[in-house]
Nanobody, 130 residues
Framework: EVQLQASGGGLVQAGGSLRLSCTAS????????ISWFRQAPGKERVGVSC????????YYADSVKGRFTISRDDNKGTVYLQMNSLKPEDTAVYYC???????????????????????WGQGTQVTVSS
């Protein structure tokens, strides 16, 4: 059974940190790029960051660049999103998704291609209070 499990969300004050985890099973994790998306209430889901398979190349939306760091541990089948200097505007449900091999960066507000992902996690809530 394919599973993609996002965890690590919570409530934090502005300026604080959280680390999200995306743990996969049931598919060849090493072959997949893993992306993080977020969706705030009443807004569209947008890409935040992505890490490719093999060379682990990383990509960040401008809104999180310099504050968020994505990494992967293929031995554990897990991708991490370290989020520092959190702001109230980072409040959203965060989702991880898997796509074969590479990250597809489309730029603009969407940043990452939303359609065509092979697998999606269930989402984890991040709330940043001011």
């Amino acid at each position: 059974e394919v599973q993609l499990q996002a965890s690590g969300g919570g409530l934090v004050q502005a300026g604080g940190s959280l680390r999200l985890s995306c743990t996969a099973s049931g598919f060849p994790f090493d072959d997949y790029a893993i992306s993080w998306f977020r969706q705030a209430p009443g807004k569209e889901r947008v890409g935040v960051s992505c890490i490719s398979s093999s060379d682990a190349k990383t990509y960040y939306a401008d809104s999180v660049k310099g504050r968020f760091t994505i990494s992967r541990d293929d031995n554990k089948g897990t991708v991490y999103l370290q989020m520092n200097s959190l702001k109230p505007e980072d409040t959203a449900v965060y989702y991880c998704a898997a796509d074969r091999w590479v990250c597809t960066v489309v730029g603009g507000p969407q940043f990452l291609r939303l359609g065509g992902m092979d697998y999606w996690g269930q989402g984890t809530q991040v709330t940043v209070s001011s």
